[in-house]
């Protein structure tokens, strides 16, 4: 007899049993997966959260961070500034001091020239000549000592500025310091020329038409006083300033007289409250003659009404130096 097979073999039963058994399991994963996912989105995005409001801190730093920096900017440009023009400074000296050498140099090798020529002739001519080039040498000998003095004094004179350029500088930064203080009380220190100048407001020293120092303006002149008192080789010019308003008054006769009795005023505060010599003051009254401003506002003329104390080194070394 034939073996007929059953249609469906025991392969693909099994297969069928298998695969609805797995349809349960199958959706159930689907399901576990798909909270997985949900979790996972709830989690990123409150992290996502979290990173932007860390950006937003980041950002708001960065923006203080700018703000600091273009300040730092700003500051070191006008040291930079200051710095260049003091270098202009030094420059314009040192190539006025090269002039003076370049010429002194041109004079040597003028002479060794008309030397060089004179010394031909005196081969031709040895007799007559003689007593001419023995003048000659004598001539260029006393010029290149002449030259070589010169020099040595150049180099004198050049260490002299030199000093006085650094008391300058230090001078202004002692009083700054001393003065600090003041400053927003209308005093300003500054260089200029080579001297210092510390340049005190109306509103700080006095009532409007007064010659008499108010508190305030006394307080800071005991604390120039002081540091005037270390250094005594700087000669003190007192100029007292005002605006171009007419004034009279029972004490003062006219503008000028105003600016003289004040610049006396401040001479005498300034002794009286530092061991300093008479000697090294000059008192001035300018006026209305040498306004800072135009005369043309209220605030104009207030800015006009000044008094400046002008702190200049001792020139005595350097005019010893150049009258050897």
């Not at 960065?62 to 400074?89: F, G, H, P, Y």
């Not at 007192?238 to 003062?252: C, R, Y």
């Not at 209305?288 to 400046?308: A, G, L």
Request: glycine residues 4%.
């Amino acid at each position: 007899m034939k073996n007929f097979q059953n249609p469906i073999s025991s392969k693909n039963y099994s297969s069928k049993i298998l695969t609805s058994i797995q349809k349960p399991f199958t959706l159930n994963f689907v399901l576990l997966f798909s909270v997985i996912l949900y979790l996972s989105s709830c989690v990123s995005l409150g992290r996502f959260e979290e990173s932007e409001k860390a950006r937003e801190k980041l950002k708001t730093k960065l923006k203080i961070c700018e703000t600091s920096s273009d300040s730092l900017k700003a500051s070191l440009d006008n040291v930079r500034n200051k710095n260049n023009q003091l270098m202009k400074d030094i420059d314009k000296e040192k190539a006025d001091k090269e002039d003076q050498k370049t010429k002194f140099q041109n004079d040597l090798s003028s002479l060794k020239g008309e030397l060089t020529k004179m010394t031909q002739n005196y081969e031709a001519s040895k007799a007559q000549s003689k007593g001419k080039v023995e003048e000659l040498l004598s001539k260029l000998e006393a010029t290149q000592t002449d030259l070589q003095s010169r020099e040595n004094k150049l180099r004198e004179v050049e260490g002299v500025l030199e000093n006085m350029k650094s008391m300058v500088n230090s001078l202004k930064q002692n009083i700054a310091d001393a003065l600090l203080g003041f400053k927003d009380l209308g005093l300003s220190v500054y260089v200029k020329d080579g001297k210092v100048y510390v340049s005190l407001s109306e509103q700080l020293l006095f009532r409007s038409g007064s010659i008499d120092v108010e508190s305030k303006g006394k307080e800071a002149l005991r604390g120039l006083a002081v540091a005037l008192e270390t250094q005594p080789d700087i000669n003190i010019l007192i100029e007292g300033h005002t605006d171009n308003v007419p004034i009279s008054t029972s004490q003062v006769k006219d503008n000028w007289d105003l600016s003289v009795l004040r610049a006396t005023a401040i001479i005498r505060i300034l002794m009286e409250n530092g061991n300093l010599d008479p000697k090294r003051f000059v008192p001035s009254g300018r006026g209305e003659s040498m306004p800072v401003v135009d005369n043309d506002t209220k605030e104009n003329r207030s800015k006009n009404r000044r008094t400046e104390i002008i702190l200049t080194p001792k020139l005595d070394k350097l005019y010893e130096i150049l009258n050897q």
